[in-house]
Nanobody, 118 residues
């Protein structure tokens, strides 16, 4: 599968952005999908994951209540709605996919930069 992330940009603190990740290749519904991020000088960290059916979602504590992950299997796209953004959310955001695991991803897209100004 190939993943293409988009939707990043510059936003003020308290604002919102919606990231999208379009997938091509094998049947989209066979993949669990996740979002990760990496800030400058830091390791990549988990943000959110959605199960194959979309029935289960999990979030990092740092984004819980502010971010929402969803998927549209008809459009082969996974989304990350980010509200109440904080400067510490500034990072490159990556989408990922895997057919077998919710937590160990095989396929990765290129990143999209999110910058939150204070």
């Amino acid at each position: 599968v190939q993943l293409q992330a988009s939707g990043g940009g510059l936003v003020q603190a308290g604002g919102s952005l919606r990231l999208s990740c379009a997938a091509s290749g094998r049947t989209f519904s066979s993949y669990a999908l996740g979002w990760f991020r990496q800030a400058p000088g830091k390791e990549r960290e988990f943000v959110a994951v959605v199960s194959w059916s979309g029935g289960s979602t999990y979030y990092a504590d740092s984004v819980k209540g502010r971010f929402t992950i969803s998927r549209d299997n008809a459009k082969n796209t996974v989304y990350l709605q980010m509200n109440s953004l904080k400067p510490e959310d500034t990072a490159v955001y990556y989408c990922a996919a895997d057919t077998e695991s919710l937590w160990d991803f095989t396929y990765w897209g290129q990143g999209t930069q999110v910058t939150v100004s204070s």
